[in-house]
């Protein structure tokens, strides 16, 4: 079977799984994953992250924006630059000046560009994980496009039943170096 094949068996199953999530199942278990993250966060030295706004029953950032906040950290989302048909990092600067861009993915309202070179610090979501750290997305290739070279901490946050054992992987493909669930902390990187 071809590696894209095994992907999307695995990703319709997963997705399946987490639309079936209650908002409270939703809150509850990404609280959880947030105050690990959270304790993690502030034990590291950095001052530039990117995070993720949630879409689908993703794992919510929401705890984890406001602690970077008050931490006076930089902080940078994902966005779609409609003139140059592609997606960037821009920084965000409050829940108010946040808008709905594709996939209803909210994004600063006023884009600016970074470089990727900036960010120390990446969280990612992802439809599944596996125990080597491999990421699977919704097969967009969005982060695997904006972070080709990233040489920062790659962070990646989901749901327990997201983690599989193994995910047929290509060149591209982000490898996490840890990854919070609601159960577990699966730290891959030589250097955790």
């Not at 990703?11 to 994953?33: A, H, P, Q, V």
């Not at 689908?56 to 140059?84: H, W």
Request: hydrophobic content about 40%; charged content about 30%; proline content about 4%.
């Amino acid at each position: 079977m071809a590696i894209s094949n095994q992907k999307d068996i695995v990703r319709r199953e997963l997705l399946t799984m987490r639309k079936k999530l209650s908002t409270d199942d939703i809150t509850r278990k990404s609280g959880i994953i947030e105050r690990k993250l959270n304790k993690f966060l502030s034990k590291i030295d950095f001052n530039h992250i990117l995070v993720y706004s949630p879409v689908n029953n993703e794992v919510l950032t929401i705890d984890i924006i406001d602690f970077l906040i008050r931490s006076q950290k930089k902080i940078y989302l994902p966005a779609y630059l409609k003139t140059e048909d592609s997606w960037i990092l821009s920084e965000f600067k409050h829940f108010d000046d946040l808008e709905p861009g594709p996939f209803k993915i909210l994004q600063p309202k006023n884009l600016v560009p970074v470089n990727v070179g900036l960010i120390e610090v990446a969280i990612l979501p992802g439809v599944a994980f596996d125990k080597n750290g491999i990421r699977l997305g919704y097969g967009k290739g969005v982060y695997d496009k904006l972070l080709p070279d990233f040489k920062g901490l790659k962070i990646g946050m989901a749901f327990d039943f997201q983690i599989v054992d193994k995910i047929a992987s290509a060149k591209h493909d982000l490898v996490m170096d840890v990854v919070f669930t609601d159960k577990e902390e699966y730290f891959l990187s030589t250097s955790q």
